[in-house]
């Protein structure tokens, strides 16, 4: 089945404990994507990759680090995390736009305390 | 930069009836728009893609609707169903090409038997 799977899917955590989600997809996708979605604020883009050891910066990325080391992962790093970075976050991907919606997957709900 | 509204309030339709979902978006028209489908808790699920040179596209019950002069999308499900209940997202290029894609808050729909 095509998808794209995140781990975990739930994680409580501690202000400053570094910790990584996962991401992976199957469908053999270029285009990878973290988002954050908080209630009233929509979903905003983290970081993207459009291949392999290509990354960039959305629009809130403070706090966050990204790799892309193969084409299927793109795991998100959250160096010390923070209270404001609880959140649920969901990664996509898709084959280059943009003829292609995204394919999400099913979220990782984070809670810094 | 660009900017998507999307109306917060939610819409409340008759089983039967055709909902209609506005998408708005501020700056310049971009090169195509989507529309995704979330439920809540879940990862959204991509529906439709109409490109700038497209006014109009269809997909089952679902209809898009791009009007670059008013700089409005619109979102049509006709013979609506109670399971078409969702979040509906409307889903644009960010200033910086195809992969900076920027996603509306949403509306909520409810259909009622």
């Known amino acids: 089945e095509a998808q794209v799977t995140q781990n975990p899917r739930y994680l409580i955590t501690v202000t400053g404990k570094k910790l990584t989600v996962t991401c992976s997809q199957n469908?053999?996708?270029?285009?990878m994507s973290w988002y954050r979605q908080d209630p009233g604020l929509g979903l905003r883009q983290i970081y993207y990759?459009?291949?392999?050891?290509?990354?960039d910066k959305g629009d809130v990325p403070e706090g966050y680090k990204v790799s892309r080391k193969e084409k299927r992962n793109f795991p998100l790093i959250l160096e010390s995390p923070s209270p404001n970075q609880t959140s649920l976050y969901f990664c996509a991907s898709s084959p280059p736009p943009p003829n292609y919606g995204y394919t999400f997957g099913s979220g990782t709900r984070l809670t810094v305390v | 930069s660009q900017k998507i509204e999307q109306n917060s309030e939610a819409l409340n339709i008759q089983e039967g009836k055709t909902a209609t979902l506005t998408c708005n978006y501020t700056n310049y028209s971009p090169a195509y728009l989507q529309w995704y489908r979330q439920d809540p808790g879940r990862g959204p699920v991509f529906l439709l893609l109409i490109r700038e040179n497209e006014k109009e596209k269809r997909k089952e019950r679902l209809k898009v609707t791009f009007d670059t002069t008013l700089k409005q999308s619109l979102f049509h499900i006709t013979a609506s169903q109670p399971a078409d209940s969702a979040t509906y997202l409307c889903?644009?290029?960010?200033?910086?090409?195809?992969?900076?894609?920027?996603f509306g808050a949403g509306t909520r729909l409810a259909v009622h038997p």
């Open positions: 469908m053999n996708h270029e285009y």
């Open positions: 889903a644009l290029e960010q200033d910086g090409g195809y992969n900076k894609l920027i």
């Open positions: 990759s459009m291949n392999v050891e290509v990354t």
